[in-house]
């Protein structure tokens, strides 16, 4: 599928997900623009990178920023780029920069001509206590400074009908490369070093999907009539128990996690699933990996890396 007419840019390219992202664009015969501030490590990207153009800038750079959309005409852009340090991202001031500098890049493109902006929002804008999340009918209520300002965010980008907004409401991911303190990688890596691995008693429910799948899920929604917000989840809920049970079968270690060592965060929702059925009636997205399939491809991932000192631990 090769989209020679088309120029998508992708900010925060280097990232978890903007890797992911950028990975299926070139596999799919895209050549997409990356956005990377100068210090970005291009270890997510490997081989992607060789398809894509490369503009080193960082998005406080006004100047530069319109430049470079002057030069580069971008028709499309996905803006993934945002403050995203686990366990801190959620209260971070930054979110604050985050939300100006993307409001700048919105209308930027605009003055470029940009047909098609594709926000990235999370499903912590949604009241969480009404279980099974859906766009439109399930009330805002965000719960930290991080889904505020994406909330806010989008409310901006609405105003810009000309760009076709789309506002992707991103769940709960796992998969290559995810940052090591992150519940999957932190369980998997930790049991195959035979340590002992404490969580909660892990009744809490989550929707789960494969990062290449959410890749997979944002270019099948940018590439739709949809506009407005949008949910990129599993639609199955999975209890954050039965997610470790499985980990533990795959590995063959059942006796390293102490469920119930530690307690649950107060504010941490009991139940949060995605109605992803938006998605699935305006595309043909399907979701490559099951849980399991999905489980087992992150294990031998981590496996292959733990041989190699450079793909240490992000």
Not at 151 to 161: C, N, S
């Amino acid at each position: 599928m090769h989209h020679s007419s088309r120029r998508v840019l992708v900010t925060g390219a280097s990232g978890f997900i903007g890797a992911a992202v950028v990975r299926h664009l070139a596999a799919s015969g895209d050549r997409p623009y990356v956005l990377l501030r100068p210090t970005s490590s291009l270890q997510r990207l490997g081989p992607a990178l060789a398809a894509c153009t490369a503009v080193t800038l960082d998005l406080a750079d006004e100047a530069g920023l319109s430049r470079a959309l002057a030069d580069i005409q971008p028709t499309h852009c996905i803006h993934l780029a945002w403050y995203a340090v686990p366990g801190s991202y959620h209260h971070a001031s930054q979110n604050l920069d985050f939300l100006a500098l993307s409001a700048y890049l919105v209308r930027a493109l605009a003055a470029a001509g940009c047909e098609r902006f594709v926000g990235i929002g999370t499903c912590f804008e949604y009241d969480t206590r009404y279980g099974y999340l859906q766009e439109g009918l399930t009330p805002l209520a965000p719960l930290n400074l991080y889904a505020a300002s994406k909330a806010t965010f989008h409310q901006y980008a609405q105003q810009f009908p000309q760009m076709r907004p789309l506002w992707l409401r991103l769940f709960y991911q796992y998969g290559p490369y995810e940052s090591a303190q992150r519940l999957v990688p932190a369980v998997i890596t930790r049991l195959l070093r035979d340590e002992r691995v404490e969580t909660t008693a892990g009744e809490q429910v989550r929707d789960y999907l494969h990062v290449e799948d959410v890749a997979s899920a944002v270019c099948a929604a940018m590439d739709s009539d949809l506009t407005g917000a949008v949910n990129i989840g599993s639609g199955v809920p999975c209890r954050v128990t039965d997610l470790i049970a499985a980990i533990e079968a795959l590995l063959g270690k059942t006796h390293l996690v102490a469920r119930g060592a530690l307690h649950y965060n107060p504010a941490d929702p009991m139940f949060i699933c995605a109605s992803n059925q938006r998605l699935r009636q305006a595309t043909s997205w399907q979701p490559r990996y099951t849980l399991q399939s999905g489980l087992q491809h992150v294990i031998d991932w981590w496996r292959a890396a733990s041989h190699d000192p450079r793909e240490s631990p992000l």
